[in-house]
């Protein structure tokens, strides 16, 4: 299988801040990977897919980079409704799999 | 545009069977992979495994030997069986649809409880 590994587990930020969130595949998974956001009690939304390419409806201060196993989720501008659990997906082989997440909480 | 659809039974003893039925509306349902995912109370995501319109599956060599995925398209449902159940596979439990190799969009999630 191939692990996700994200970093970090948290991070507490203010509105208006810039977050930037790491997600290493365990092998190379070229651009196969994908971000998730999960407010609580609800569940994931896709914002991200094939690393950079920004999900119909996601607002543009999300974006995505990396290919290969470094990949980054970036938010500019934070807002009230981001802060979330976000979690990246690796779509390269069976069975998928999903990092561990990462908690953007309030400072 | 699909919207999703699940439910089930939330509360089980240990070594029964949980089952769950999702229901698919709109979109084509021979475009897509359906899918099952986990998640226990405070931890993170897993696949469980999927399904397509044909009845082809893939599931987690995690589960692999408790789980049956199978689908209905006279009804556009599929449906999850995990045999043997036992505390540990207390979770929200989702259903999803897979187009290409993203998870979009998701079900509204099932608790289901085991009682240890």
């Known amino acids: 299988d191939i692990q996700m590994t994200q970093s970090p587990s948290s991070v507490s930020a203010s509105v208006g801040d810039r977050v930037t969130i790491t997600c290493r595949a365990s092998?190379?998974?070229?651009?196969?990977l994908a971000w998730y956001q999960q407010t609580p009690g609800k569940a994931p939304k896709l914002l991200i897919y094939?690393?950079?390419s920004l999900q119909s409806g996601v607002p543009s201060r999300f974006s995505g980079s990396g290919s290969g196993t470094d990949f980054t989720l970036t938010i500019n501008s934070l807002q009230p409704e981001d802060f979330a659990t976000y979690y990246c997906?690796?779509?390269?082989?069976?069975?998928?799999?999903f990092g561990g997440g990462t908690k953007v909480e309030i400072k | 545009q699909v919207q999703l659809q699940q439910w089930g039974a939330g509360l089980l003893k240990p070594s029964e069977t949980l089952s769950l039925t999702c229901a698919v509306y709109?979109?084509?349902?021979?475009?897509?992979?359906w899918s099952w995912i986990r998640q226990p109370p405070g931890k993170g995501l897993e696949w469980i495994g999927e399904?397509?319109?044909?009845?082809?599956?893939k599931s987690n060599p995690s589960l692999n030997s408790r789980v049956t995925i199978s689908v209905d398209t006279s009804k556009k449902q599929f449906s999850l069986k995990l045999s043997s159940v036992t505390a540990a596979d207390t979770a929200v439990y989702y259903c999803?649809?897979?187009?290409?190799?993203?998870?979009?969009?998701w079900g509204q999630g099932t608790l289901v409880t085991v009682p240890s």
């Open positions: 999803a649809s897979r187009l290409e190799n993203w998870l979009d969009p």
């Open positions: 709109g979109g084509s349902f021979s475009d897509y992979h």
């Open positions: 399904i397509n319109h044909s009845g082809r599956t």
């Open positions: 092998q190379a998974i070229s651009s196969w």
């Open positions: 094939a690393a950079s």
């Open positions: 997906q690796q779509a390269k082989s069976f069975p998928l799999t």
